[in-house]
């Protein structure tokens, strides 16, 4: 674990990066000039200016600072794993200005007390925290949460991630109430009683290896479900961390037929099959789990065909003496948030699957647009919040250069290209020490 | 020869032909008057219990004395993690105490793989979860080789709960690499999906089982699967799965009929027919412990050959 360093410059100049944002099109190169965190000169080229800390963006790529709405960061309840801060620190140097705690802590963050807190401890970071709060009490699916209050202290959605609202009548009164507010409910589909005990996908992969199955299917029923919902609530739905391939076919059909209806996936369910289980290591123990080749091809055609809206890390830290395990006693999650570039320039661009601009949307307008956030402006009087990252350079992942409290990943050792060189937000100025 | 072994899943032939043709010596060793060998004397081997056995634990202890191996027993009931000590801990303490080989059955499938990454001594799986139990399936191998003259398109059809039987698998994996035919049978609901990948055979119908097979080796019901809602009862299931005489009969065949035990007698085999002309049931047992000394013998580096 490296500690991080954030910097609060008076005068900061970024010079000669090409500015790319996918709300805007094609890149232009441009001069930026930030004074306490404001933009304040935006030119074709800026000279002559003292006292500036200076960021040579030659070869790099500035963009509007990206957003990761779906992360742990454990706080309150396991602050062993993961704190705001350390959770902030690693989505800093995952090039994320943004992040959105689910509420499944301990206690479940149902309460406004809980929220403004994790917003408070995100004040000395670049990263501006957007709680999203537990839909039901306690996320047992029995009582709605205050969602109203909720929303005051600064919940931007609803959800009782980790499992899914735990009936239809619940999940139908979340839905009908959250609609008043605008706001959406983020559904984790999985069908619980057709996953108990499960420890992995359920196919050729765990008949093989004699791990109990969690079926695609029982995501699929409550993709299905909910979107059924949508229909008669009239509430937006966001479907969590999607990964199969029916469900994929699932929200195409329902976005054709005009209901609000958005998606995500994380970085590891574009790029691992359930083939990767069979070494039993519990750093490849997810939920919902690594699925197909099937399911990963139908992801990445949902990616490119927009069905896919936003790339969401699911950034999940567990202590190394939880996943150090065998593999049906560890608890399910990866920590995600500084390999979601790698990957996503590895596995997505570089195939040729997205262009550049595609990815980038799923992580800075897609996700702001489903919360009703502001999407960053590179204009004069705006708050600067900009990621400035390298997309072809190289770098073997370690545990050791982590922010992270956590070093559960199965991508450990994996070469990757696409690096983030420094980040924006709030007044602060963060720069890697590793490009 | 690999250092380990986890599962028969990718073992290749010859070494499961060496490991029966050793097996058959030491059974020869084994009906001698003193039936001990000095081969593993100074080796410390420890049987790692996490489940309850009583005859896989003792076939192995057993196993090890005759080998003259010093064997030490650990038995924990529940999971490791239970006890609040990581299967971590309790192997590298035990390792700390300087053990040669190390014997394991757990309820979590893939145990016998973490406990490689953990210690450098060989790890024999004795059952690991519904994953494998490959010295169950060598022995299976060894009885019906010693009754057939060999496994070599031999039809073996398994009978009864596929999905949570680690019998079944290694038994699978080991026989198809032998050369022999694999079938298995039982009600579709304890049948785990994408079973036609193995290449085998499936059967819904016992009689048709017993029409294609020249062995049954029939896997013990257990009653809880029926609380899970997996099947109706064990009534039913004896009555549409139960291997009897009569269905024998109606098919006119002489059949192997093996059991990896412990048995429900009158359930998945009627009473009788446990203890008959066709149940290998007791050489299985005997056979055990031979290639339980076989895979030590093989596994533990001692290159001394056999008298």
């Known amino acids: ?435 | 020869m690999q250092k380990h072994l986890l599962g028969l899943e990718g073992v290749p032939r010859e070494e499961i032909e060496l490991i029966l043709k050793t097996a058959f010596s030491f059974k020869e060793i084994l009906s001698r008057p003193i039936p001990k060998v000095p081969t593993l004397r100074g080796k410390t081997i420890v049987n790692l219990f996490f489940e309850p056995s009583t005859r896989t634990r003792i076939s192995f202890e057993l196993a090890e004395k005759r080998l003259s191996a010093d064997t030490v027993n650990f038995s924990a009931s529940g999971s490791s993690v239970q006890k609040g000590e990581t299967l971590r801990d309790t192997i590298r303490n035990i390792e700390a105490m300087k053990m040669d080989m190390v014997v394991i059955r757990h309820s979590a499938a893939g145990a016998p793989h973490f406990l490689t990454r953990c210690i450098d001594a060989a790890v024999i799986n004795a059952g690991d979860g519904r994953h494998e139990h490959p010295t169950q399936a060598l022995l299976d191998m060894m009885t019906l080789q010693e009754r057939v003259g060999k496994l070599e398109g031999l039809k073996v059809a398994i009978v009864g709960d596929i999905l949570h039987s680690r019998v079944a698998r290694s038994n699978i994996y080991g026989l198809q690499t032998m050369g022999a035919e694999v079938a298995i049978c039982g009600p579709k609901t304890l049948i785990p999906v994408e079973a036609d990948q193995w290449g085998v055979e499936i059967f819904y119908n016992i009689d048709d089982a017993i029409r294609w097979a020249d062995a049954l080796n029939v896997l013990r019901i257990q009653l809880e699967r029926q609380r899970t809602g997996l099947f109706p009862s064990l009534r039913e299931y004896a009555a549409h799965f139960g291997v009897t005489r009569a269905r024998l009969e109606a098919a006119q065949k002489d059949l192997i009929i093996m059991h990896p035990g412990p048995i429900n007698r009158g359930i998945e085999i009627e009473n009788d027919l446990a203890d008959s002309e066709f149940s290998v049931i007791l050489n299985q047992v005997t056979n055990g412990v031979a290639v339980r000394m076989a895979v030590l013998y093989l596994k533990s580096g001692v290159t001394e050959t056999l008298e």
């Open chain 1, 1 to 435: 674990m490296q500690t991080i360093k954030y910097q609060k410059p008076e005068r900061l100049l970024i010079k000669n990066a090409n500015y790319l944002d996918p709300a805007e099109g094609g890149p232009r190169q441009v001069d930026v000039l930030i004074e306490n965190g404001t933009i304040v000169r935006v030119e074709h080229a800026i000279d002559g200016v003292d006292g500036a800390e200076t960021i040579d963006g030659t070869g790099k790529l500035l963009t509007p600072g990206w957003l990761d709405m779906h992360v742990h960061f454990r706080e309150p309840g396991r602050e062993d794993e993961e704190t705001v801060k350390s959770g902030c620190a690693a989505a800093t140097a995952g090039g994320f200005t943004g992040a959105c705690p689910m509420p499944n802590t301990e206690p479940a963050a149902d309460t406004r007390g809980i929220i403004e807190y994790m917003i408070a401890e995100a004040k000395g970071t670049p990263v501006d925290v957007y709680p999203i709060a537990a839909a039901t009490k306690g996320r047992k699916g029995r009582e709605l949460s205050e969602m109203a209050d909720l929303i005051e202290g600064g919940a931007v959605a609803f959800s009782d991630d980790g499992v899914a609202i735990a009936t239809a009548e619940m999940a139908r009164r979340a839905m009908e109430y959250a609609s008043m507010f605008d706001v959406p409910i983020i559904e984790h589909c999985e069908e619980p009683s057709m996953t108990e005990g499960g420890a992995m996908n359920e196919s050729a992969v765990s008949t093989r290896l004699g791990l109990p199955g969690m079926p695609g299917v029982a995501e699929d029923i409550i993709v299905a479900r909910d979107i059924l919902l949508t229909e008669i609530t009239g509430a937006r739905l966001h479907i969590a961390h999607i990964s199969t391939a029916r469900s994929v076919e699932l929200v195409r059909q329902a976005k054709q037929r005009g209901l609000p209806v958005t998606c995500e996936v994380t970085p590891h369910h574009f790029t691992l099959t359930d083939e990767a289980v069979a070494s039993y290591d519990a750093n490849l123990k997810m939920n919902p789990p690594l699925r197909t080749q099937n399911d990963v091809d139908a992801i990445i055609e949902g990616l490119a065909d927009g069905t896919i809206d936003v790339i969401a890390t699911d950034h999940a830290p567990h202590s190394p003496e939880e996943k150090d395990v065998e593999f049906q006693a560890a608890p399910f999650g990866i920590i995600g948030l500084e390999t979601a570039l790698g990957l996503i320039m590895t596995q997505l661009v570089e195939p040729g699957h997205l262009r550049l601009e595609e990815a980038l949307h799923k992580i800075t307008l897609a996700p702001r647009n489903i919360l009703r956030l502001p999407h960053p402006k590179l204009a004069v009087g705006q708050v600067a919040n900009l990621t400035l990252f390298d997309p072809k350079h190289e770098w073997t992942v370690e545990a050791s250069r982590f922010y992270s409290k956590s070093r559960n990943t199965p991508f450990l050792g994996w070469t990757l290209r696409g690096r983030v060189h420094a980040v924006i937000n709030k007044g602060f100025l963060w720069v890697s020490p590793d490009v």
